[in-house]
């Protein structure tokens, strides 16, 4: 709240926005512009992810962001990089009194940058990442909303792994479908054989994988076959095979 009584916006509840959002590309582009709101110097923002140790710009606002992101990836070292893996803060005031990460500094520069922030996200785990600010302006952070940059990158670090977690029992539900599936075929498939040998459904399964190693073909397309010269058709959810003419 401001003296005169009026309320100042806090950062964008980020969890309620991944929940809106269709995409996390989308989130993390909502993100990013978030974050270039409460920096009214800062003429670019990133987010950068690391996953299996490669550093990605997965979004991005304004203009200065890709270019030095992808200087501080190509030498594998920079400010957004030292707050993505070490999980603190990295702040740089004046670029050109520098002396950290090589040539990046003289870089940043050249590029019309003076000054950046670096914000850990999601911090020493499995997709770490980082919020990267940059201004052409020395000390171009001065007057931006820390508290509402830092609660943004917290809300963040939440979101990021509601999302990997979401993308992750994404994955398991798929798999999970496809094993069903599998095994409804291959219930039918064994039904087929009890039907025609008069055995009981173990004797039918043990003839069916005996045919899968002969035949060097997984049990489940085996089945697949099978089912499909039956009916004359594929299997429902396969839409491979079609049936033979």
Same mark, same amino acid.
């Given at each position: ?10 950062? &964008? ?16 582009? /909502? ?51 030292? /707050? ?21 500094? /003289? ?13 850990? $996200? ?20 001065? %007057?931006? %909303? ?21 993308? %992750? ?16 075929? $291959? %219930?039918?498939?064994?039904? $087929? ?10 004797? /039918? ?28 058709? &594929? ?11």
């Amino acid at each position: 709240m401001t003296d005169d009584g009026m309320l100042v916006p806090g950062p &964008p509840d980020l969890v309620s926005l991944l929940l809106e959002t269709d995409t996390l590309d989308g989130f993390l582009q /909502a993100l990013a512009r978030s974050a270039l709101d409460l920096s009214p110097t800062a003429d670019g923002c990133g987010v950068t992810l690391e996953r299996q140790n490669r550093p990605l710009t997965v979004a991005s606002a304004g203009t200065s962001a890709p270019l030095l992101d992808e200087a501080q990836y190509g030498q594998d070292d920079g400010p957004c990089l030292q /707050a993505l893996r070490e999980g603190r803060e990295v702040s740089v005031s004046d670029m050109r009194e520098e002396n950290r990460w090589n040539g990046y500094p /003289a870089f940043a520069v050249a590029a019309g940058t003076q000054s950046s922030l670096s914000l850990p $996200i999601a911090a020493r785990s499995h997709t770490a990442g980082a919020l990267n600010l940059y201004s052409p302006k020395e000390n171009g952070f001065a %007057d931006a %909303d820390l508290n509402g940059l830092r609660a943004l990158a917290a809300q963040a670090t939440g979101a990021v792994a509601l999302a990997q977690r979401l993308s %992750d029992t994404q994955t398991f539900t798929a798999d999970l479908e496809a094993a069903l599936r599998s095994r409804t075929v $291959i %219930d039918q498939a064994a039904g $087929i054989v009890m039907n025609q040998r008069r055995c009981t459904s173990e004797e /039918a399964l043990r003839t069916l994988r005996t045919a899968s190693q002969h035949r060097n073909v997984k049990l489940r397309d085996l089945c697949a076959q099978l089912v499909s010269s039956v009916s004359g058709g &594929p299997p429902p959810g396969d839409s491979r095979l079609r049936p033979r003419p």
